[in-house]
Nanobody, 117 residues
Framework: QVQLAESGGGLVQAGGSLRLSCAAS????????MGWYRQAPGKLRESVAT???????NYVNSVKGRFTISRDSAKNTVFLQMNSLKPEDTARYYC???????????WGQGSQVTVSS
C-alpha cells in the first residue's frame, strides 16, 4: 500500500502561481511513475503531468510551458509548479502513483485549485 497526501492548493488570480506537493508514505520514485491529474466539475479526469522513474516528463498540451513536475526522492515528494494560471486550470488536482509491473495505482485525496479571472 502507498498513501499519497497532497497539499498546496488554493485560490489564486489568473496569471498567478501555485505549487502542489504530494508526499508518498514510502520510497517508490525509483520504480513507479508519478503523476498529477485533474478533474473539473462535469468533466472527466485528465492527466496533467507525469514523471517516470528515469525522470522522463510528459505534459498535456494545455499546460506545456506553464507547469513543471519534479520530485525530491529523498523526501518521497513530487511537486507540480503551476505558473501563469488560467481560469480553465480550475479543478481538483490528484496525485497518482502507477506501478510499472501491473495496473496497480494509488490516488491521493485531491487538492482544490481555483483560478479567478
Amino acid at each position: 500500500q502507498v498513501q499519497l497526501a497532497e497539499s498546496g492548493g488554493g485560490l489564486v488570480q489568473a496569471g498567478g502561481s501555485l505549487r502542489l506537493s504530494c508526499a508518498a508514505s514510502r520510497s517508490i520514485f525509483n520504480i513507479w511513475t508519478m503523476g498529477w491529474y485533474r478533474q473539473a466539475p462535469g468533466k472527466l479526469r485528465e492527466s496533467v503531468a507525469t514523471i517516470t522513474s528515469r525522470g522522463i516528463t510528459n505534459y498535456v498540451n494545455s499546460v506545456k510551458g506553464r507547469f513543471t513536475i519534479s520530485r525530491d526522492s529523498a523526501k518521497n515528494t513530487v511537486f507540480l509548479q503551476m505558473n501563469s494560471l488560467k481560469p480553465e486550470d480550475t479543478a481538483r488536482y490528484y496525485c497518482n502513483a502507477q506501478s510499472p509491473f501491473s495496473t496497480t495505482n494509488y490516488w491521493g485525496q485531491g487538492s482544490q485549485v481555483t483560478v479567478s479571472s
